[in-house]
Structures are given as C-alpha cells and as structure tokens.
C-alpha cells in the first residue's frame, strides 16, 4: 500500500536509465557532481553535515511491488518473475530544499531477521540504518544522467549477506 501519491522519483528499474559504472561510461559528469556521485561514505551523514542539520526524509511511496524487469532482478540472483520487493521511494530534503530524490528495492527474501526493521523506518533515513552497522558492504557505483544536466548513482548494499538496492538522484539544488 501507498503511503502517498507516486511523485517524480524515478524508478531504479526504468529501462530509460543508462546504468555504467564510472570506466565505463563515455560520458562523464562535470566536476562538482563528481563529489556527490563517488563518494561511498554515508549519504545521509553528508547531507546532514551540508544543511547544518535541517535535514528530513520525505516519504513519497512505500510498497510492495514485483519487478518487471528481468535485468534488475538478476542484480538480486536468480529469482523468479513472481518475488515481491519492498519499494520505497523519499525525498532527501536539507534546509527546506529538494536535494535528492531516492529509491530502494528489497527483495522480500532479504527482510528476514534484523534486516527487517526497514520496513518500520518511516520518515528516518535508510542511511543511517545501514552505515550504523559496521559489516555492511557496498559494491561498486553505477551513475546515469537524468533530466536536465543532473545524475544519479546506484549501488547494490549488503547487510547480514541480504542485497539491497539503492539509487539517489540528486538534484541541481544540491550543487548551490
């Protein structure tokens, strides 16, 4: 069930998006999006750092969903057409101001055990869930560009061996 409407944030899975980690993209983005792209500490921590602490979470939709797209469950492992994920999608918000709109993917078979407590985060940040545990890993940093001269990154987390996914789509307001 939906928490509120779909808003704008674009869906990890739209077949729009040009997903290529960083050596493979021939394109690449502009130096002061370069901070926000690569850097793989706590996003989370570093917008809260830039807003001085007026930062929140605003959630747009939280659901179950199935993915229709066969590339994206791969990342996942081999699983079937008909496994539900968990989709939820917010807007990271410092000072009153947009800065980037994010997207989470979970595939149900991960929400076992402490992992679980995801689904009862409401409006407090995944990030600070997931750096607060010392053994998650991250692996590599896929971008795409989006609308406008803006772009986006994802990365496949892992928490207790479960895969999460996760893709932030920063807006221009984050460069001022």
Not at 157 to 176: G, N
Request: proline share 9%; with cysteine.
């Amino acid at each position: 069930m939906s928490t509120k409407p779909q808003s704008a944030i674009p869906d990890i899975s739209d077949s729009n998006l040009d997903w290529h980690s960083e050596a493979e993209r021939r394109t690449l983005p502009a130096e002061p999006w370069r901070r926000w792209l690569f850097d793989s500490s706590s996003l989370t921590k570093l917008l809260i750092e830039k807003s001085g602490g007026d930062f929140r979470v605003e959630v747009r939709a939280q659901e179950w969903l199935l993915l229709p797209s066969p590339t994206i469950r791969s990342c996942f492992g081999p699983l079937a057409s008909d496994h539900r994920f968990w989709s939820r999608k917010v807007v990271l918000v410092g000072q009153n101001t947009p800065w980037v709109l994010a997207h989470t993917l979970i595939p149900e078979f991960s929400l076992t055990g402490p992992l679980k407590r995801v689904l009862e985060l409401n409006d407090r940040p995944l990030g600070e869930y997931l750096f607060g545990h010392p053994e998650l890993i991250r692996s590599g940093i896929d971008i795409t560009p989006i609308a406008g001269d803006s772009w986006g990154r994802r990365s496949l987390f892992y928490l207790f061996e479960k895969p999460i996914m996760v893709a932030e789509f920063f807006l221009p307001a984050i460069l001022d």
